[in-house]
């Protein structure tokens, strides 16, 4: 078993700045693929970035590259998102996602593991 605890949602205006921790525990966070989703009220969980073990594999959503970076600690067994620019439409619940193989997925059926979740919330 794998848990996985976020933090660092909040409130900022648009244009502004928030990072997102992960930290996880249990199981080994060596080999697993760390990933974040988001979801918005009366939407479907979508995939925000992807990271591999080694963080030489990345795939961020169009929608957000260029604004958000994925990175993780492995010695911390944490994972973050840095998310700058951000806009109204980034508001959502954002959750850490676990998948115990060491390949890169958009598909949130493919993660084992998730948070509870933080909630971003981006004013006008």
């Known amino acids: 078993q794998v848990q996985l605890v976020e933090s660092g949602g909040g409130l900022v205006q648009a244009g502004g700045s928030l990072r997102l921790s992960c930290v996880a525990s249990?199981?080994?966070?060596?080999?697993?693929?760390m990933g974040w989703f988001r979801q918005a009220p009366g939407k479907e969980r979508e995939f925000v970035t992807a990271?591999?073990?080694?963080?030489?594999?990345?795939r961020y959503a169009e929608s957000v590259k260029g604004r958000f970076t994925i990175a993780r600690d492995n010695a911390k067994n944490t994972v973050y998102l840095q998310m700058n620019s951000l806009k109204p439409e980034d508001t959502a619940v954002y959750y850490c996602?676990?998948?115990?193989?060491?390949?890169?997925?958009?598909?949130?059926?493919?993660?084992?593991?998730w948070g509870q979740g933080t909630q971003v919330t981006v004013s006008s």
């Open positions: 996602a676990s998948r115990s193989f060491n390949v890169l997925s958009s598909s949130r059926y493919e993660y084992n593991y």
């Open positions: 249990g199981r080994t966070f060596s080999n697993y693929v």
């Open positions: 990271i591999t073990w080694s963080g030489t594999g990345i």
